[in-house]
C-alpha cells in the first residue's frame, strides 16, 4: 500500500470555491490517473497523464483540471465549473511498457462541498 | 470507447460456497483486465489480472478467464471466506492508458 499518497483524507469546501487534491507517488511511475467514485457506483476516470508535461481527459473531466510539472506529482484541482464536486476521489499510479499496467491506489481523498 | 458492464451487482454466497462474478467489455483492442477488491472506506486493491494473450489465470482461490472472441471475463471465488466480502470491480485498457470500470459487485460471504 505505500508508496501513493493524497492528502487531506477529508475535506470541506464552500460552493464556489476552486479546491486542489495532493497526489503524491515514490514508486517511479510514469503513468498517473485521477478518478471519482460515487456511493455505490465505480471509478469514472477524471484525467491521465503518461509522461511529465502531458496530461489527456478522461470520460469526466468537465470541471477539473491537473498539472504534470512532475513525475512524482500529479494534483487534481476541482474549480467551481464543476457542478456536482462531493464525491470520493481516488489517484492512482502505474509503470508503462511491457504490458505491465498494475494500478496502485492513494488512499483517497473525500471531498464534500456545501 | 469502451464500454465495460459487470453483474450481478449484488452477490450473497454463504461461506465455503463459490462465487463468480462477469463482466463484458466493447473494444475489441483492450488487452488488459485487472480485478480488483475494494472494502469499505478503503482503496481498491488489485487481486488478479489477465493480459489478452493468456485465457485464464489462478492465484490460490482465486482465479480469471478471458474469452476474447466473446468479450468477456469472469472473476472465480472458490472456497470463501466472511474475508472475502467486499466489492469487486472488474476493468479493462488497451495499452495501460484510458482505464474504463465496471459498476462493480458487492460480495456478502455469509457464516
Known amino acids: 500500500d505505500g508508496g501513493i499518497t493524497q492528502s487531506p483524507k477529508y475535506l470541506f469546501r464552500k460552493e464556489g470555491q476552486n479546491v486542489t487534491l495532493s497526489c503524491e507517488q515514490n514508486?517511479?511511475?510514469?503513468?498517473m490517473y485521477w478518478y471519482r467514485q460515487d456511493p455505490g457506483q465505480g471509478l469514472r476516470l477524471i484525467y491521465y497523464?503518461?509522461?511529465?508535461?502531458?496530461?489527456q481527459k478522461g470520460d469526466i473531466a468537465e470541471g477539473y483540471s491537473v498539472s504534470r510539472e512532475k513525475k512524482e506529482s500529479f494534483p487534481l484541482t476541482v474549480t467551481s465549473a464543476q457542478k456536482n464536486p462531493t464525491a470520493f476521489y481516488l489517484c492512482?499510479?502505474?509503470?508503462?511498457?511491457?504490458?505491465?499496467?498494475?494500478?496502485?491506489f492513494g488512499p483517497g481523498t473525500r471531498l464534500t462541498v456545501t | 470507447g469502451e464500454n465495460v458492464e459487470q453483474h450481478p451487482s449484488t452477490l450473497s454466497v454463504q461461506e465455503g460456497d463459490s462465487a463468480v462474478i462477469k463482466c463484458t467489455y466493447s473494444?475489441?483492442?483492450?488487452?488488459?483486465f485487472p480485478w480488483y477488491k475494494q472494502e469499505l472506506g478503503k482503496r481498491p486493491q488489485l487481486i488478479i489480472d489477465?493480459?489478452?494473450?493468456?485465457g485464464e489465470k489462478k492465484d490460490q482461490r482465486i482465479a480469471v478467464t478471458l474469452n476474447k472472441t466473446a468479450k468477456h471475463f469472469s472473476l472465480h471465488i472458490t472456497e470463501t471466506q466472511p474475508e472475502d466480502s467486499a466489492v469487486y470491480f472488474c476493468?479493462?485498457?488497451?495499452?495501460?492508458?484510458?482505464?474504463?470500470f465496471g459498476p462493480g459487485t458487492r460480495l456478502s460471504v455469509l457464516p
Open positions: 492512482a499510479s502505474s509503470i508503462t511498457g511491457g504490458g505491465h499496467y498494475e494500478q496502485y
Open positions: 514508486l517511479n511511475h510514469d503513468a
Open positions: 497523464s503518461q509522461i511529465v508535461n502531458d496530461f
Open positions: 473494444d475489441s483492442a483492450s488487452n488488459y
Open positions: 489477465i493480459r489478452s494473450n493468456v
Open positions: 476493468a479493462a485498457t488497451g495499452g495501460g492508458q484510458n482505464f474504463v
